[in-house]
């Protein structure tokens, strides 16, 4: 035997190797991601069933599940004239009444089994009240005499997730065996977490460590106590040391990467040195909030530092961040260096370069934009750049380049890349990322998200970035009211839109589909009440905007309405990001249920973003509470990271995030929406260690 194969842990064995599990069962544990006793011994419950409290056979009631305990006085199989069927007959006395189980397609086991004289404790519901009293399929455990320990019965019983053609008492029961042998191996292995299919495995010293809770038990014994506790108080100390363990092994895999990252690499010099900023931030109109300038402080510090930067920077809707990342791109460019900003829409993209062309071409800086529709002229010049060699500083202004993902596409190049500026970051996968950060020689990176971030996210899916957070807005802009109302005051709305409209305003109009599916009729779409509204506001201009608008049609829509020609613009969630038309002081969203909190607050942002009072108004004849939860947070709140952590708790972080992001990281165990002190503590445990 190879040394490799001695180090290689009884846990990662095939599920087949434990006592109970062929062929077939191990195909049916395949189909719940289940390959591996480890993975066998982590399958977390769904639920529990507390099977102690025994009743006497004579107080048993319909419907309602119990335990009792009885000796079996008769049984035999029964068959049916045609064969095809036969039934499995025990009667059980308690002293106190009599209770017949059955079972249908009786097993040849079954009479020597279920002997006469033999006592049995049994779990089920009765079928009716009616004498015989009976229970058809329930589960049992026979009492043999000097054995206390039941796994069906008689304790606490773990519901797991299942599968067709795989039972909770067969499930309960390879889990029991797996354990019983290869409880001691969870003692000695680390933590293993699957990141973006890769398994991640944390060392074992790393979780020896005295957690707090003091009462958190040790590894091991955690998982006997997440299947088989002895009390329910047990569950939930268990499952805490379990997602302790993964969020180790996270932090683990982040920090140990951040570290390595920061052995190999040098940072390029792009502190600035204020010829172009203050110049800039003079002609800018208005003063940075308290917030802006502190963050602003950060950046400078990274880039001017050691290491390339990478920082996350968070702010609510129209709380300046575009700002922010103007200042880090001309600390950049005034370091001799070029910038990239990488945005997941054209129409985002266009709002940037149509900002930074506003801004930096008076300083005598060339911007550039490079999209799906839109390609950069100069871009085969781009090809010959030689990349690596020693650069010198001529002092002369660079260039900033604003795309969608046709900036890393390949065959187009960024020479001299000092700085990578991508906006609302969570539209992009980590690979998407790193190939635009590939195109330099380890340039700083920034990101940005307008969605902003609860700490447990913050901590676990980007904790190999510094954190900024802009936690302040501008003055000077109008409060924004928010309402929820369902279709019947339709014509209300609308006629509180014409008076509006009428005033000078504009309004934005949105609806959760392109086109109406067969299977979604009740679901509105542009395609189709783009003429209802049109007819709505008779006498007023009304645009359309959806994802199949081809590119130069978009922009042409879009310039009519930041001009006023248009009105009312009817559109999907397309506009969420990068629309920013002052004068547009209306939000209309309806089937409003169909949106995620953050996408909603995403959508409100595009108001309140002049002087004027603005109105959000969410239509929705959802019954159902969750969806009334969701919608009574946006009416009460404008605090983005409230409503962030409510769309954590009540969506998951796949909504918040996308699936790029948080379906990369499988947790069993762990609670992003709730174990803020866990992440933390095992933050702090692997700063300590590696």
């Not at 997730?161 to 969870?186: C, D, F, Q």
């Not at 174990?675 to 300590?688: F, G, M, S, T």
Request: glycine share 8%; with cysteine.
């Amino acid at each position: 035997m190879s040394s490799s194969e001695k180090n290689i842990s009884p846990l990662a064995a095939s599920v087949g190797s434990v006592w109970g599990v062929g062929e077939e069962r191990a195909k049916l544990l395949a189909r719940l991601e289940i390959f591996t006793v480890e993975d066998l011994l982590l399958h977390n419950p769904r639920r529990y069933e507390d099977r102690r409290k025994f009743l006497p056979i004579r107080d048993l009631k319909e419907k309602e599940p119990a335990t009792v305990r009885g000796t079996i006085i008769a049984a035999g199989i029964k068959r049916f004239q045609k064969g095809a069927r036969s039934l499995f007959e025990c009667v059980f006395d308690d002293g106190t009444a009599r209770l017949h189980c059955r079972w249908w397609q009786a097993q040849a086991w079954m009479p020597d089994w279920y002997a006469v004289g033999r006592e049995f404790l049994i779990y089920g519901k009765l079928d009716n009240e009616k004498k015989p009293r009976t229970f058809t399929h329930p589960e049992t455990e026979y009492c043999e005499p000097g054995d206390d320990e039941f796994i069906h019965v008689n304790r606490i019983v773990p519901i797991h997730p299942l599968t067709e053609g795989l039972t909770a008492r067969v499930m309960r029961s390879i889990i029991w065996r797996a354990l019983e042998k290869y409880e001691n191996e969870l003692s000695v292995a680390g933590c293993k977490l699957r990141v973006e299919n890769s398994v991640f495995a944390t060392p074992k010293e790393l979780l020896t460590f005295n957690f707090q809770p003091a009462t958190l038990p040790e590894r091991a014994a955690a998982v006997r106590m997440i299947h088989f506790p002895e009390e329910l108080t047990d569950v939930e100390f268990a499952r805490q040391r379990l997602a302790l363990d993964e969020f180790v092994a996270l932090q683990f895999q982040i920090q140990s990467r951040r570290k390595k990252f920061e052995a190999f690499t040098k940072a390029l010099p792009c502190g600035g040195d204020n010829r172009l900023m203050k110049p800039f931030l003079s002609a800018l109109g208005f003063k940075l909030t308290a917030a802006q300038a502190n963050v602003l402080k950060e950046i400078r510090a990274d880039m001017g530092g050691a290491h390339p930067m990478r920082r996350l920077l968070q702010g609510d809707v129209g709380s300046g961040k575009t700002a922010v990342a103007a200042c880090s791109a001309l600390m950049a460019i005034e370091s001799g260096f070029n910038v990239a900003l990488m945005a997941p829409t054209e129409i985002l993209a266009e709002q940037h370069f149509r900002n930074f062309s506003k801004w930096f071409e008076p300083l005598g800086i060339k911007v550039e934009i490079q999209t799906g529709s839109r390609k950069i002229v100069s871009a085969p010049l781009l090809k010959s750049a030689v990349r690596g060699k020693p650069f010198t500083f001529n002092l002369q202004p660079s260039t900033l380049f604003i795309g969608t993902h046709a900036l890393f596409t390949t065959g187009f190049d960024l020479p001299m890349l000092g700085l990578v500026i991508i906006d609302e970051q969570h539209k992009f996968g980590v690979t998407q990322r790193e190939a635009l950060v590939r195109k330099g020689n380890y340039p700083h990176l920034l990101v940005m998200t307008a969605t902003p971030i609860p700490r447990t996210l913050g901590l676990t899916l980007y904790g190999d970035l510094d954190i900024s957070v802009i936690d302040e807005l501008p003055g000077g802009r109008g409060a924004i009211k928010t309402f929820v109302r369902t279709t019947e005051k339709l014509p209300k709305v609308f006629e509180f839109i014409r008076e509006k409209i009428a005033s000078g305003r504009q309004a934005y109009i949105v609806y959760p589909r392109v086109d109406v599916a067969d299977t979604d009729k009740d679901i509105k779409a542009v395609t189709k009440e783009f003429a209802n509204v049109q007819k709505a506001l008779t006498g007023f201009k009304v645009g359309l905007l959806h994802g199949r608008v081809k590119a130069a049609e978009k922009e042409a829509v879009m310039a009519e309405f930041r001009a006023n020609k248009i009105q009312a613009l009817v559109a999907t969630s397309l506009i969420e990001v990068g629309v920013d038309v002052p004068n547009a002081t209306i939000m209309l969203i309806e089937n409003a249920e169909h949106f995620g909190l953050a996408q909603l607050h995403q959508l409100r942002g595009r108001i309140g973003r002049g002087a004027h009072e603005s109105f959000c108004i969410l239509i929705s004849d959802a019954l159902n509470e969750e969806s009334q939860a969701r919608l009574k947070i946006l009416e009460e709140t404008n605090d983005g990271f409230k409503i962030a952590e409510a769309d954590l708790k009540l969506r998951g972080p796949g909504e918040l995030l996308g699936q790029q992001q948080s379906g990369a990281m499988r947790l069993r165990f762990g609670n992003l929406a709730e174990d803020l002190n866990l992440i933390r503590q095992a933050r702090e445990l692997v700063r300590k260690q590696i």
